[in-house]
Structure formats: C-alpha cells, structure tokens
C-alpha cells in the first residue's frame, strides 16, 4: 500500500515538471497500475480462501448466512439513516430560509426538525443495536471456527498416531508375513489378521506356539497404547462344525478361538483388560468366497481391529 501511494504521488509529481521523459512517466504509470493487479489479486485469493474456509462446516456456513443477513439489515439500516439525514439538512436549510415567515410556517418547519432529530437518534440506536448483535455473531464464528480448527488437529494428530501403531505391528510381526498374517490400516482402523493355519488346529481353539509368538508381539504393541480399543472377532468358513463335547457349532468355535486370544494377551499384565472385547462372527463375515480351500483357508481367521478412542473428538463435535 505504502509502496502504491508513494508511486502514485511520484507520478503526480513527475507529470507536473517538464523535464521528466514520457518514457518514465509511462513505466511509473504501469508499475502503478501492476500494483494495483497485484492488490486486486491478493484481494481475490483472500476471498477464495474465505469462501473454503466457511464450506468446512455446515453448521458454520448457516451462522455466516445469519451472519449476512445482519450485515444486510444494518447496511439498510445505515442507508436509512443517511436518507434521514439528507432529509434534515434540506429541512435544516429550508428553516433559515423561513425564518423571517410566519410564525405558523416556522413552527412547523421546527415540528418537522424535531420529528426528523427523534427518526434520526431511534435509527442510530437501532443501528448500534444491530452492530452488537453482528459483533456477537462475529464472535461466536470466530470461536466455532476455532472449534473446528481444534478438532482437525485432533483428527490429524489421530491418523498419524494411527499410521505410527500400524507401522509398529508391521514391523514386530515381520517374522510371520507369509504365513497367513496381514497388518493394514483402513477407515480410520488398524487390522491384524490372522489365518486359523497359523493360530490354531482344525477344531480347536488352542493357539499353537508359532501362533502365540505373533499373539505376544501384539500385546507387546498394545500394551504401549492404552488409548486403542481393541476388538478380537473369530472367523470360520462355511462348514459346520463336525465335532462335539463343549463346542455346539461355529458360532461356539468362532468365539472360544477369540478368547483364547484375548487370554493370551491378557497375560501381558500393561494391556488393560478394559480395552479388550472377544466377538464370535462364524461364517457370516467372510472376505473370500467359500467355493474353493484357499477362500475357505482366507475365511478362517482371527481378525484384532485396533480402534482410536474418540471421546474427545465427540465431546468437540457436540460442542460445535
């Protein structure tokens, strides 16, 4: 701004001598006028990203249009008050020129004045009234924002604590990829997944010692995360359950095999037994089809779903 003034007032400066060129005053005036694109330019991104910034939430983007509407009225408001004023100074000039009228003619030139004085304080009370209200609004907007602003913080900060975690177990459970184990990281979740070929025999939920080595790394991982909620599901195939004594069916097996689990990771004594909840899906969560042994091999698993808890982002959400 200090630099366009000052280029302006040379250029006034310059245009008034004789002894400057038409060449310099022509560059002075398109350097002028390159700043002035320049601001007009900045002006446009300041109001892109405004425009971007109010699209984050929509509860926001409804208070900027409360916002608007204030600013709508005041602006009347403010139009309303210079036409009243307008209208007093001609009544103001009208009354010196009436001065020396009638007395009749003079006092009802100084009714009107009166009238137009009280219009006019009610108006400016009325505008100031609204610019409190804007200013309340205003406020309460820059706070939500701030609220957002937080929130997306929070949510940044959960991804990469998330990408750390899954990057962790992949890295304590390197031994075992290529035998039927996967670590991956989907909708806001880490999944450790488990082939029953490397956990357990066919039937049985007793977790075999190659099994319970991946099942203590985990733990080892878990146990320096106390803010992860941790789900253990057992998975079967298709087939029902041919055997008998204390397991009914693949609903039973499916759900021992995820005790057994939680079992194994209870016994790292840091892992707090609060986070850990056992589920037993059977066959009704496949992720291959059934049709051949490797779909049914894919199908019998363990799956430890790895969930951030998300008690302060609720408590922000329901504060917005």
């Given at each position: 701004?200090?630099?366009?003034?000052?280029?302006?007032?040379?250029?006034?400066?310059?245009?008034?001598?004789?002894?400057?060129?038409?060449?310099?005053?022509?560059?002075?005036?398109?350097?002028?006028?390159?700043?002035?694109?320049?601001?007009?330019?900045?002006n446009d991104e300041n109001s892109k990203?405004?425009?971007?910034?109010?699209?984050?939430?929509?509860?926001?983007?409804?208070?900027?249009?409360?916002?608007?509407?204030?600013?709508?009225?005041?602006?009347?408001?403010?139009?309303?008050?210079?036409?009243?004023?307008?209208?007093?100074?001609?009544?103001?000039?009208?009354?010196?020129?009436?001065?020396?009228?009638?007395?009749?003619?003079?006092?009802?030139?100084?009714?009107?004045?009166?009238?137009?004085?009280?219009?006019?304080?009610?108006?400016?009370?009325?505008?100031?009234?609204?610019?409190?209200?804007?200013?309340?609004?205003?406020?309460?907007?820059?706070?939500?924002?701030?609220?957002?602003?937080?929130?997306?913080?929070?949510?940044?900060?959960?991804?990469?604590?998330?990408?750390?975690?899954?990057?962790?177990?992949?890295?304590?459970?390197?031994?075992?990829?290529?035998?039927?184990?996967?670590?991956?990281?989907?909708?806001?979740?880490?999944?450790?997944?488990?082939?029953?070929?490397?956990?357990?025999?066919?039937?049985?939920?007793?977790?075999?010692?190659?099994?319970?080595?991946?099942?203590?790394?985990?733990?080892?991982?878990?146990?320096?995360?106390?803010?992860?909620?941790?789900?253990?599901?057992?998975?079967?195939?298709?087939?029902?359950?041919?055997?008998?004594?204390?397991?009914?069916?693949?609903?039973?097996?499916?759900?021992k095999r995820a005790t057994a689990i939680?079992?194994?990771?209870?016994?790292?004594?840091?892992?707090?037994?609060?986070?850990?909840?056992?589920?037993?899906?059977?066959?009704?969560?496949?992720?291959?089809?059934?049709?051949?042994?490797?779909?049914?091999a894919k199908n019998r698993r363990i799956?430890?779903?790895?969930?951030?808890?998300?008690?302060?982002?609720?408590?922000?959400?329901?504060?917005?």
């Amino acid at each position: 701004m200090i630099k366009r003034v000052s280029l302006g007032l040379l250029i006034l400066a310059l245009s008034t001598t004789s002894c400057v060129s038409k060449k310099v005053y022509n560059d002075l005036e398109s350097k002028y006028a390159a700043l002035k694109k320049e601001n007009r330019q900045a002006n446009d991104e300041n109001s892109k990203l405004t425009k971007e910034r109010n699209e984050l939430d929509l509860k926001s983007k409804d208070l900027q249009g409360q916002l608007d509407k204030l600013k709508a009225e005041r602006d009347k408001l403010a139009a309303d008050y210079a036409a009243t004023k307008s209208t007093l100074d001609n009544l103001k000039t009208s009354y010196t020129a009436l001065e020396n009228d009638s007395s009749a003619a003079l006092n009802a030139n100084i009714k009107k004045n009166r009238e137009l004085l009280a219009q006019l304080e009610a108006k400016e009370k009325a505008l100031a009234a609204e610019q409190e209200r804007l200013n309340k609004l205003s406020a309460e907007l820059k706070e939500r924002s701030a609220r957002v602003d937080e929130l997306e913080g929070i949510m940044a900060s959960q991804q990469a604590n998330l990408t750390a975690l899954k990057d962790r177990l992949s890295k304590a459970l390197n031994s075992f990829q290529g035998k039927g184990l996967t670590v991956e990281q989907k909708n806001g979740k880490v999944y450790v997944s488990m082939e029953n070929k490397l956990l357990f025999g066919s039937g049985s939920w007793i977790v075999g010692a190659e099994g319970k080595k991946a099942v203590v790394e985990v733990a080892k991982v878990l146990a320096d995360n106390p803010d992860i909620a941790v789900l253990i599901e057992g998975h079967t195939d298709n087939v029902p359950y041919a055997g008998g004594g204390q397991i009914q069916n693949n609903w039973d097996l499916s759900t021992k095999r995820a005790t057994a689990i939680v079992n194994i990771v209870r016994e790292n004594k840091k892992v707090d037994p609060k986070n850990l909840t056992a589920a037993g899906r059977s066959e009704f969560a496949p992720v291959a089809g059934n049709e051949t042994a490797d779909g049914k091999a894919k199908n019998r698993r363990i799956e430890i779903i790895l969930t951030p808890k998300l008690d302060e982002i609720s408590k922000l959400l329901n504060e917005l």
